[in-house]
């Protein structure tokens, strides 16, 4: 048994704060189960965290802005010197990474901040390149290719030359993604509903499933909203070429 792109397609038909429709769309290409699995499940953030506004020793230089120079006050400039002190030790910055760390940690991509941009750029490279190529998701890449690519993304995203060499196989482009998502140190699905995604999957009535995957996508945390919403998009245009990619075969 698995998990059926159209059903995840269909429950992001309608916006994510319109009532849920009784209306099934009939027309939605099928993925098979190890496709989407492979791409989402393998081992499917939180939703962004503000920070304080100001580090913790803020109460004590608004304590000394607010007293006048009186015998008492440290010494004129003195105070000048604590903010840029206070200033130079910024708070730790959040990690960003691309395998390994949770998807509100990793490098946002370009047209979406809740998306990670080597998700956009390996499903970008495939719509533009692989809808047609035979094998795509189902035959895997040069194991050593991928190793090499996977440490120099981790290492950083700032200088990506999408015309190199490396980014020509899209064999291997397409495990790089499904071997970002098996890295994900919290599922796509999350642990937490992932035995609820399977059983709303099971029902019977279609109505009832729908209902019931609409529910659970729009109670994902933002990222894992917006990066399935990708995904299945994608998955679904990759589905709609399966008579030449051979990727339900």
């Known amino acids: 048994m698995g998990l059926e792109i159209e059903m995840i397609s269909d429950a992001f038909h309608h916006s994510k704060d319109e009532p849920t429709s009784p209306s ?7 993925i098979p189960a190890s496709a989407v699995i492979s791409a ?3 081992h499917v953030p939180t939703r ?3 920070p304080p506004s100001l580090p913790s020793s803020a109460p004590l230089i ?3 802005l607010s007293h006048d120079h ?11 010197k604590g903010i840029a002190n206070v200033k130079n030790k910024t708070l730790p910055k959040k990690p960003v990474g691309t395998f ?19 998700v956009e750029i390996c499903c970008q490279l ?9 094998g795509i998701y189902r035959v895997p890449g040069n194991h050593a290719a991928i190793y090499r690519m996977q440490e120099e993304l981790s290492k950083g995203m700032a200088d990506i030359n999408l015309q190199d060499d490396k980014w020509q196989d899209l064999n291997v482009i397409s495990s790089l993604l499904k071997l970002f998502f098996r890295k994900l140190p919290e599922p796509l699905f999350t642990n937490d509903k992932y035995e609820d995604f399977i059983a709303a999957i099971r029902k ?3 109505l009832e499933r729908l209902k019931t995957l609409k529910r659970l996508i729009h109670d994902l945390p933002e990222h894992h909203y917006e990066t399935l919403k990708f995904l299945s998009a994608h998955l679904k245009t990759v589905a709609e070429n399966s008579e030449k990619n051979k990727v339900g075969k």
């Open 40 to 42: 989402s499940t393998s």
């Open 24 to 30: 099934i769309d009939q027309d939605v290409a099928h």
């Open 70 to 80: 009186d015998d008492t006050s440290p010494p004129e400039g003195t105070w000048r």
């Open 204 to 206: 019977e009535d279609p």
């Open 48 to 50: 962004a965290q503000i």
């Open 62 to 64: 608004c304590c000394q």
């Open 126 to 134: 495939i719509k533009e390149r692989g809808l047609h190529h035979t």
């Open 100 to 118: 390994g760390v949770t998807l509100g940690d990793c490098l946002p991509a370009h047209t979406n901040p809740y998306i990670p941009r080597i």
